[in-house]
Structure formats: structure tokens, C-alpha cells
């Protein structure tokens, strides 16, 4: 997921939790791929896959935009 927030574009992976920004929503996405990247990498490094695969392959997914006021 990729939103305009203060002039940046942030891009978010809510799976795992690894988030980034860039000043386009194309930056963003490239920085997002790297971080997921980079946060794999190191889950494997620590053993750590396993709950990240169950969460990645995840039968059914749910996003929804709810309304606050602020």
C-alpha cells in the first residue's frame, strides 16, 4: 500500500510490517521492494523465516480504509 503523506509517498508492507517513503509513488515501491528485500535476508540470517512465510502465504487478506476524524 502506497499513500501521500506531508509531501512524501510512504509504501507499507502490513504482512511484515516493513515500511519506507520516496518522493513519488514509483520511489516508494523501489524502496519498499528493497527494504522487504533487506528484511528477509536478515530473517534468514536469524532463523526467523518460518513466521514470516505463514504470514506472506496467508489464504485470506483483508484491507479496508476506515474514516477517523481527526
Known amino acids: 500500500m502506497i499513500w501521500e503523506e506531508d509531501g512524501l509517498y510512504i ?11 520516496g518522493n513519488s509513488p514509483q520511489d516508494a515501491l523501489e524502496n519498499i ?3 522487504i528485500n533487506l528484511y528477509i535476508e536478515n530473517a534468514r540470517a536469524l ?8 504470514a ?14 481527526a
Do not use: D, Q, W, Y
Request: with cysteine.
Open 11 to 21: 509504501s507499507k508492507c502490513p504482512e511484515i510490517e516493513v515500511s519506507s517513503c
Open 47 to 54: 532463523g526467523m523465516m518460518e513466521e514470516i512465510e505463514l
Open 33 to 35: 521492494h528493497e527494504a
Open 56 to 69: 506472506l502465504r496467508a489464504r485470506h487478506k483483508f484491507t479496508s480504509m476506515i474514516e477517523v476524524e
